[in-house]
């Protein structure tokens, strides 16, 4: 691919889109939620594609799940960090790149785009839910135990709010015993 196909290439992928020039080697493509870069090196030898993931300032307790995801799931992509962004960036020699990888990497940046931070997210409030299953077991404590103290944290407001509306309430709890549950079972 050359600049003019790779720039005529986010035109066709992206025609509800603005496609901008913002620099003599940089495009950007803006649509809805999304912001694309577009960046070649100097000689054009080089295709950076970019798209704002989180600001450093709320990634910051997930920095080490990030570097993890870097080496085993992000693929052809891979998290950086620039200006206080955590960025999703692909990068390839123009002249090996094909419009299948193009379109490859663009859909794995927009997959990471729309993630954000919740997988890195889940997975700590999952490292925390074995944590306390984990205590509960070591102390001799029964599920349903483990969860009439979760009941009561809410009732007294050590968790959630005090004024939260007994419904919602409610539902926190469910989703609490579903997870307590899965966890019980798999330690």
């Known amino acids: 691919m050359t600049p003019e196909t790779t720039i005529q290439s986010l035109k066709d992928l992206f025609p509800a889109a603005v496609v901008r020039n913002s620099s003599p080697n940089a495009w950007q493509v803006e649509q ?10 100097e000689d054009n030898a080089w295709l950076h594609l970019l798209v704002p993931i989180a600001p450093l300032s709320e990634a910051k307790p997930y920095l080490a799940q990030i570097l993890e995801a870097n080496f085993e799931t992000t693929q052809a992509v891979r998290y950086a960090l620039s200006e206080e962004v955590i960025w999703g960036v692909f990068q390839y020699r123009v002249e090996n790149l094909d ?9 794995q940046l927009i997959s990471l785009h729309k ?7 889940q ?6 839910l074995r944590q306390i299953v984990y205590a509960a077991k ?16 809410y009732a007294e407001g050590v968790m959630g709010d005090m004024q939260q509306p ?13 997870q307590l549950q899965r966890f019980w079972e798999e330690e």
Do not use: C, H, K, Y
């Open 32 to 41: 809805d939620s999304l912001r694309l870069l577009a960046v070649f090196s």
């Open 123 to 128: 997975q700590s409030i999952q490292g925390q």
């Open 166 to 178: 007994a419904a919602e309430r409610e539902q926190f709890i469910a989703a609490w015993r579903a």
């Open 115 to 121: 993630s954000g931070l919740s997988p890195f997210f």
């Open 138 to 153: 070591l102390q001799g404590q029964t599920l349903e135990a483990t969860l009439q103290n979760i009941e009561r944290f």
């Open 99 to 107: 419009r299948e990888d193009f379109e490859g990497a663009i859909a």
